[in-house]
């Protein structure tokens, strides 16, 4: 395991920790104090994951994190003594991938590393259109690049983004409550509101116009299919 974590965080004792967890583990390691620091090795040699603080002198998490997800989808794990539910939803909603309240165990923090390298990292399958694509009327998906294309041309989206469309793809018409996909997609141990759902659900129908990702009143969501009505 040789995947290399950036962590962006100015509390010295934090940092020691936070490594030395994450190395014991395998991980490759790049610790800074500041998001500018962050940003030149973004630069020069840009991690596979970022753990990011949101208070940071200069340039804060938030605003590192949307300039990130501007460029790329590479996780980012936010860290965080903002324990305010408003807060974890900006986070979330500006691309983060999970949402960590300080203090936290550093074993917590590694398990979430894990599951969130294991939900974004490529997995080939077959599908229905051949291998690695997924095809539902206008929307085709290439899971291994995790690359979505609408109506022939390639979008931009977000880690989180991706894994709702596929899920929504591989179970076509399925009615999925909010609850069930909280789940699915921000794991067993996300404890913030269900209103990440809706926000998750108005970016995707934001940037793929005229998707039929419909609203189930009083539930949820589901993609329906214009081929297959049974």
Not at 24 to 47: C, D, I, N, R, Y
Not at 140 to 164: A, C, N, P, Y
Not at 199 to 210: A, E, W
């Amino acid at each position: 395991m040789n995947s290399h974590i950036g962590v962006v965080e100015d509390d010295t004792n934090i940092q020691n920790i936070v490594s030395a967890y994450l190395k014991k583990e395998g991980f490759h390691v790049t610790v800074m104090e500041s998001a500018e620091k962050a940003w030149e090795l973004w630069e020069t040699q840009p991690p596979d994951m970022w753990i990011l603080d949101i208070m940071l002198p200069g340039m804060d998490g938030y605003e590192f994190c949307k300039n990130i997800r501007n460029e790329s989808n590479v996780p980012i794990i936010i860290i965080s003594a903002k324990d305010d539910e408003i807060d974890k939803i900006l986070g979330l909603e500006l691309g983060g991938d999970d949402y960590l309240t300080k203090p936290f165990s550093p074993r917590e923090l590694l398990a979430r590393v894990k599951r969130v390298f294991k939900r974004t990292q490529p997995q080939v399958k077959m599908s229905e259109v051949g291998h690695d694509r997924l095809k539902v009327d206008n929307l085709l998906i290439h899971e291994s690049d995790r690359r979505i294309f609408w109506s022939g041309e390639e979008q931009d989206v977000t880690t989180k983004e991706f894994d709702m469309l596929l899920l929504f793809a591989e179970n076509v018409n399925r009615a999925f409550s909010r609850e069930e996909l909280l789940v699915k997609i921000w794991g067993e141990d996300y404890f913030g509101s269900d209103r990440a759902v809706d926000d998750l659900v108005k970016r995707i129908r934001k940037k793929l116009s005229d998707i039929p990702l419909e609203t189930v009143w009083g539930y949820g969501y589901r993609l329906r299919s214009e081929e297959d009505q049974t």
